[in-house]
């Protein structure tokens, strides 16, 4: 297949989040191409404003589109809360009605109510995915009678990303969310991570949980609804080039990015600057 016939299916994250989700899509879905694109130069997206993460999404999406993707997971959940609704309802009909963009708190909510017994969920994530309240009003639709409770983990990407997993400093604030938000509701027997760094931290958040909770992390969920997704959209499908290449595009230092990326991706990565 030549460059021009290429079509990869574009995975973006602020930075390296995306790389847990495209490395379970990538297992359930091996033959086709990819374009992995990271916004390091300008993560974290959490803290953000709503007009600033729309604006650096689009973007981002766009220069996807720009090196042929047909189809964009916004493997983000910050992007997808604050940045998703507007680009599908308000850009895509103008600047590419045939193209698709899909987000990944649609297809965590789906699950819930398949874990929950107790009906009462609980949602960690960045403070713009929480301030949004995506979460509660997704699962809402589908699940009316399930409670939602939340908490945002401001400290949690940033000890990730400056490599403090390890330490006491981790122990202190994952604690300290976790019984925050279990003192909202003592009921909770299900918690989204609804940010794409915190599988990273799954072991300590198990170590202060009760284990009757069931934690839902989104690479496999995401991977799943995908392959779903594109058996009910053969035209699309179609249009998705397999020979099994991924690329990995940051904009910033390529050096940085491979060195951070093996631990999120669980492989050697080799990326490009996108400028
Ligand atoms: N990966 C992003 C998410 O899932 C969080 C990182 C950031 O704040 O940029 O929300």
Redesign the pocket.
């Known amino acids: 297949m030549s460059a021009q016939t290429k079509r990869p299916i574009g995975v973006f ?6 790389l847990t989700v495209l490395k379970e899509i990538v297992k359930q879905l091996p033959k086709y191409d990819y374009i992995y694109l990271g ?1 390091n130069a300008r ?6 404003s709503f007009q600033t993460v729309y604006e650096y999404t689009l973007e981002c999406v766009q220069q996807l589109f720009s090196m042929g993707c047909e189809l964009v997971i916004l ?7 604050k940045a998703l609704r507007n680009i599908q309802q308000k850009d895509l009909p103008r600047i590419a009605p045939d193209k698709r963009v899909l987000g ?1 708190i649609r297809p965590t909510s789906e699950v819930v109510g398949k874990y929950s017994k107790t009906g009462h969920v609980g949602v960690l ?2 403070v ?2 929480i301030v949004s309240n995506s979460y509660p009003i997704e699962i809402e639709k589908l699940y009316p009678s399930i409670k939602v409770a939340q908490e945002a983990c401001p400290m949690w ?1 940033p000890l990730i ?1 400056n490599n403090e997993i390890e330490t006491i400093g981790a122990d202190f604030f994952i604690q300290k969310n976790l019984n925050s938000l279990l003192s909202k509701d003592k009921s909770i027997d299900t918690i989204i991570l ?5 599988p990273l931290l799954i072991n300590k958040i198990k170590k202060y949980l009760p284990e009757n909770i069931t934690l839902l992390s ?1 690479g496999e969920i995401i991977a799943e609804s995908l392959v779903d997704y594109l058996k009910r959209h053969p035209e699309i499908q179609e249009k998705c080039s397999k020979g099994s290449v991924i690329k990995f595009l940051t904009t910033d230092s390529p050096e940085n990015f491979d060195k951070a990326a093996t631990i999120f991706y669980g492989k050697t990565v080799r990326s490009e600057y996108l400028g």
């Open positions: 994250d602020s930075g390296y989040g995306g916004d993560a974290p997206y959490g803290s953000r493997a983000c959940n910050t992007a997808s809360a990944v994530g960045t713009g995915t990407v990303e609804g940010c794409t760094h915190y989104q």
